[in-house]
Each structure stands twice: as C-alpha cells, then as structure tokens.
C-alpha cells in the first residue's frame, strides 16, 4: 500500500485531565501515515485523484481545536476517524504527542493504526 504522511503538524487544544489544563491551550504535535494508492494520480499527474494533504491537515487542524478533550488518546481516535471518513483513506497511523505534559521529557504521547475492514 502507497503511504501519504503529514508530519509534525501542530496545533493547539485545550486538553487534559486538570481543570488548569483547560484555562489555555497547549500544543499538539501529529505525524499521520494514510494509506492511499497514488497509481492514479501519478499517471494522470492531477491533484483530483490525490489525496489532498493540505485538505487534511487544515481538516485536523478544524476538529482538534473545535472542543475541549480530557485524552490525547481521544484525540487520536477522533482524527484517525475524521480522516478515514472525509477522505476515503484505506489505513492510517495516528502519532499524537504532547510536548508540555511532562517536565522532564521533551514529550509524551500516543500512536494507534486503524483500517477499513
């Protein structure tokens, strides 16, 4: 399977399970692997038949700040959704990490990996 990816996105969320937590936004940082067969966009060399990585990343961008969330696991599972759904992406790999949540690491975080059925 071809793999289109998106990485280091970030963005920012009210997130967590403190009630400090969501008095201002800290940062989220997302890498995505999709799953995507790029035959027909290369032999065409048209964007209609590729999948949009801009589209995607302002899709993801839209949804992470749209509410606040306790779980960044919550988060990965809601993004991994949005994508498969919106943009018909086969398989995907969602990292999603938090560069704030512990002091002495420069972050912490979740990876999870979805496919149609």
Known sequence: MD????KGLRTSALIGVFEW???QPQPLVFDLTMGWDQRS???TD????????DAVSKA?????ESRPRQ????????VAQLIMER????????????????????TVGVEIHRSKS
């Open 60 to 64: 993801v961008i839209a949804l992470v």
């Open 3 to 6: 793999k289109v990816f998106v």
């Open 41 to 43: 966009a290369a032999a």
């Open 21 to 23: 937590e969501h008095e």
């Open 87 to 106: 943009f018909q992406v086969t398989e995907i790999t969602v990292s999603v990490s938090k560069p704030q949540a512990v002091a002495a690491a420069t």
């Open 46 to 53: 048209e964007l209609q038949y590729a999948l949009d990585y």
């Open 71 to 78: 779980l960044i696991e919550t988060v990965a599972e809601e």
